[in-house]
């Protein structure tokens, strides 16, 4: 984070740009299932496989409610979907065919109840703009506390599940809307306000419920910041959670590389 070290030089590889795009929003039964789609396409697509996101029902319903342009492109409501996203390097290679394999022996094993395909570039980004459009809908609803969090890919389901019982348990009518990166364990687990709560009421209890996060995060050996870094906002938590001798260490580390604290002073420790 820019706290023991300034970039002077960076090398970049480049990788040819995509020439092929399957673009697919998956409607699934429960939230349990979208482990194993991923599996089952992570299997037969490899890296042609370029995005797997998670979309719980009610980020479609906040952004449908509150941003325009955004729509639901199912008849029926279902639980939670996954965006599924595959790109080649390769004219007219054979993406479709892939992911409708998946998704047939998806449907058989009741994991996928429903599917829809981007025909075109326009129908491509009205699919990702559900997804991309989940924080702006959530602030226009209310207040909202974010989490950025990572846990082991295989504990997603969990973590969710546990956390959402345990926040609904402290404070019932709060409304939890994951979203985030199956493919690598990152979660946006935010939080938006109960529809009958002031959100300076909500707002006053986010550190007691940010608490019950992190202590899950934490327990299944996750990350409290994932994509963001730890900066100031983070600063307290990361005392809270990280031992005195790792907090020593680094401590010790950024005085002995910037000993005049000029590197993004006030940042991490």
Same mark, same amino acid.
């Given at each position: 984070?820019?706290?023991?070290?300034?970039?002077?030089?960076?090398?970049?590889?480049?990788?040819?740009?995509?020439?092929?795009? $399957?673009?697919?929003?998956?409607?699934?039964?429960?939230?349990?299932?979208?482990?194993?789609?991923?599996?089952?396409?992570?299997?037969?697509?490899?890296?042609?496989?370029?995005?797997?996101?998670?979309?719980?029902?009610?980020?479609?319903?906040?952004?449908?409610?509150?941003?325009?342009?955004?729509?639901?492109?199912?008849?029926?409501?279902?639980?939670?979907?996954?965006?599924?996203?595959?790109?080649?390097?390769?004219?007219?290679?054979?993406?479709?065919?892939?992911?409708?394999?998946?998704?047939?022996?998806?449907?058989?094993?009741?994991?996928?109840?429903?599917?829809?395909?981007?025909?075109?570039?326009?129908?491509?980004?009205?699919?990702?703009?559900?997804?991309?459009?989940?924080?702006?809908?959530?602030?226009?609803?209310?207040?909202?506390?974010?989490?950025?969090?990572?846990?082991?890919?295989?504990?997603?389901?969990?973590?969710?599940?546990?956390?959402?019982?345990?926040?609904?348990?402290?404070?019932?009518?709060?409304?939890?809307?994951?979203?985030?990166?199956?493919?690598?364990?990152?979660?946006?687990?935010?939080?938006?306000?109960?529809?009958? $709560?002031?959100?300076?009421?909500?707002?006053?209890?986010?550190?007691?419920?940010?608490?019950?996060?992190?202590?899950?995060?934490?327990?299944?050996?996750?990350?409290?910041?994932?994509?963001?870094?730890?900066?100031?906002?983070?600063?307290?938590?990361?005392?809270?959670?990280?031992?005195?001798?790792?907090?020593?260490?680094?401590?010790?580390?950024?005085?002995?590389?910037?000993?005049?604290?000029?590197?993004?002073?006030?940042?991490?420790?």
């Amino acid at each position: 984070e820019g706290t023991l070290g300034i970039i002077t030089k960076a090398v970049l590889k480049l990788f040819p740009a995509p020439k092929t795009t $399957m673009t697919v929003l998956a409607a699934l039964p429960e939230l349990t299932a979208i482990l194993n789609l991923f599996e089952a396409t992570r299997q037969l697509c490899g890296d042609r496989l370029t995005a797997f996101e998670l979309i719980s029902r009610i980020a479609i319903d906040l952004g449908v409610a509150h941003i325009p342009g955004v729509i639901d492109p199912f008849e029926n409501a279902h639980p939670c979907y996954a965006l599924i996203e595959l790109t080649s390097p390769r004219a007219n290679d054979e993406l479709r065919t892939e992911i409708e394999t998946v998704l047939e022996k998806a449907f058989e094993d009741g994991i996928v109840t429903d599917a829809v395909f981007a025909e075109s570039d326009a129908q491509r980004q009205e699919l990702w703009k559900i997804r991309e459009e989940i924080p702006a809908a959530q602030t226009r609803e209310g207040a909202s506390i974010k989490h950025d969090i990572s846990v082991p890919v295989s504990q997603t389901v969990a973590f969710i599940t546990e956390a959402s019982k345990q926040i609904t348990q402290a404070l019932p009518g709060i409304r939890p809307c994951p979203f985030g990166h199956i493919g690598d364990g990152n979660i946006h687990f935010n939080l938006t306000q109960p529809a009958e $709560m002031t959100s300076e009421d909500f707002m006053a209890q986010a550190e007691a419920l940010t608490r019950i996060v992190y202590d899950l995060v934490v327990e299944m050996k996750g990350s409290i910041s994932a994509e963001h870094g730890i900066g100031a906002f983070k600063r307290k938590e990361l005392a809270h959670y990280a031992s005195a001798t790792k907090i020593d260490l680094m401590r010790s580390i950024k005085q002995a590389l910037d000993p005049d604290n000029i590197m993004n002073p006030g940042k991490i420790v």
